[in-house]
C-alpha cells in the first residue's frame, strides 16, 4: 500500500469533496447526527412541555424542529435544551474523530479500513476528545481565578497597591497568554478530531499540537478553512441538485395519470411538507440577509424557497386518506435521512479537509510526513 502523493500545500485541500464523497464516510456523521436528532427532538419537547406548552400547541408550531429558544422556559427547561446540544456537538466531534482515521487510512493506502474498525479506534481514544478541551478550559479558569485571587490581594491597605503594580507586567503576560489559550480552545474543536484520528496521541499530546499548530500556523488556518469552507457549501450544493431532481424525476414519472397519479401527490406532499414545511424554510431564508448575495445567486439555480417549493414539492390535496398518511410518514423519515444527509456530506468535507490541514502542518513544522508513520498499537483490529 503506497500512501497518497500529496503536494503538502493548499492545493491539497482540493481533494477534500471527493475524498469525502464516500458511503462509509457520509453515513457515520449520519448516524451520528439522527441520533443526536432524536435526542434533541425529545429534550426539547420535553423542556417546552415543562414550560407549559401543550404537545398539540408545540407539533403545529414547531413541528419537527423544536427549539426552546424561540420561546421562554424556566432554568430545568434550559438545562435539557444545552444538554442535547451538548450531546449532538460531542457527537460529531466522534464522527469526526473516526472518518479523520478513515481519511488518514485511506491516505496512507488502505481503502478497506471500514466503519467497525473505526468505531473500535474510537472506543480506545473517546478520552482526549472530552479532556482535551476540560484541560485547555482549566487552564483558563486557573489563569482568571489567580487574577482575581490577585485583584483581591490589592484591596489590602497600604500594600494592595504595591502588589497591583510591581507584577504588572507578570499579569500582562499572564492576561496574553488566557487569550492565546481561548485561540486553542477554540481551535482545538475544529482539528482535536484530525489529530486524535492520525497521531493515536492522548489528552496532553492533543493539547500540545493544538498550543503548536494555533502558534505556528495561524494563517494558514485561516486562509485553508477560507478555502475549505466555500468549496464545502458548493460541492453540498451540487450534492443537492443531483438528489432533488432525483426526486423530481421520480414524481414526474410516477405520477403520471396512468401510474399512481394523485396518489403519490398525496403521499410525498403530506411528506415533503411536513419534513420541509415552507413557511418555517422561507422565514429562516428571509431572516438571513447578511447571505443576500448567496441567495442571489442561489435564486439563480433555482434554489429561492418559493421557487423550490413550487419545483420540487408537490402540493398534496386535503382529502389524504389514512395509508396515504402513513405511506407519507415512511417517506418522511426517508426525507429527514436525506436532509441529514446534506449536512453529513458537509461535515465529512470538513473533517476530510481538516485532516489533511493537519497533515500539511505536521509536514511544514516539523517535515514530519505522518503519512509514513507506522500505528503504534494496533487498535483497529481489536
Known amino acids: 500500500m503506497e500512501p497518497m502523493n500529496l503536494n503538502f500545500d493548499f492545493r491539497d485541500i482540493f481533494k477534500s ?47 419537527l424542529y423544536p427549539c426552546l429558544l424561540i420561546t421562554s422556559g424556566p432554568w430545568y427547561a434550559l438545562v435539557l435544551f444545552w444538554a442535547s446540544i451538548l450531546f449532538w456537538l460531542y457527537a460529531i466531534q466522534i464522527a469526526s474523530t473516526a472518518v479523520s482515521r478513515i481519511t488518514y487510512k485511506q491516505l496512507k493506502g488502505d481503502e478497506f479500513y471500514s466503519i ?42 497600604f500594600i494592595g497597591e504595591f502588589i497591583f503594580s510591581i507584577p504588572y507586567l507578570l499579569y500582562l503576560f499572564g492576561s496574553i497568554f488566557t487569550i492565546y489559550t481561548g485561540l486553542v480552545f477554540i481551535v482545538s474543536f475544529i482539528y482535536s478530531p484530525s489529530i486524535i484520528g492520525t497521531l493515536e496521541e492522548d489528552t496532553m499530546g492533543s493539547v500540545f499540537n493544538n498550543y503548536a499548530i494555533t502558534w505556528g500556523q495561524p494563517w494558514r488556518i485561516i486562509i485553508y478553512n477560507i478555502i475549505l469552507i466555500p468549496l464545502a457549501c458548493f460541492s453540498v ?16 414519472i410516477m405520477s403520471h395519470e396512468i401510474l399512481m397519479g394523485s396518489k403519490l401527490t398525496n403521499i410525498i406532499g403530506f411528506a415533503a411538507n411536513t419534513v420541509w414545511p415552507q413557511k418555517l424554510f422561507t422565514s429562516i431564508a428571509e431572516n438571513f440577509t447578511t447571505c443576500s448575495i448567496f441567495c442571489d445567486s442561489a435564486c439563480n439555480l433555482g434554489f429561492h424557497m418559493s421557487a423550490f417549493f413550487d419545483f420540487f414539492i408537490p402540493i398534496n390535496s386535503s382529502n389524504i386518506s389514512s395509508l396515504e398518511s402513513i405511506a407519507g410518514i415512511i417517506i418522511g423519515f426517508f426525507l429527514i435521512i436525506i436532509s441529514i444527509s446534506f449536512i453529513s456530506y458537509f461535515l465529512s468535507i470538513f473533517s476530510v479537509g481538516e485532516t489533511i490541514m493537519f497533515i500539511i502542518f505536521r509536514k511544514i513544522s516539523d517535515d514530519d510526513n505522518v503519512l509514513l508513520h507506522k500505528d503504534g498499537k494496533d487498535f483497529d483490529a481489536e
Do not use: C, E
Request: positive net charge.
Open 17 to 63: 469533496p471527493r475524498l469525502a464523497l464516500s458511503g462509509k464516510k457520509i453515513w457515520i456523521f449520519i448516524f451520528a447526527n439522527f441520533i443526536s436528532y432524536l435526542i434533541y427532538f425529545i429534550l426539547n419537547y420535553i423542556a417546552l412541555a415543562l414550560s407549559g406548552y401543550s404537545f398539540i400547541n408545540i407539533w403545529s408550531t414547531q413541528g
Open 116 to 157: 467497525n474498525d473505526s468505531y473500535n479506534y474510537i472506543k480506545k481514544h473517546w478520552h482526549p476528545l472530552i479532556f482535551t478541551s476540560f484541560s485547555l478550559g482549566l487552564i483558563i479558569f486557573i489563569f482568571v481565578l489567580i487574577s482575581a485571587l490577585f485583584a483581591l490581594l490589592g484591596k489590602i491597605p
Open 237 to 252: 450544493a451540487i450534492f443537492k441538485l443531483v438528489l432533488f431532481y432525483g426526486m423530481k424525476l421520480i414524481n414526474v
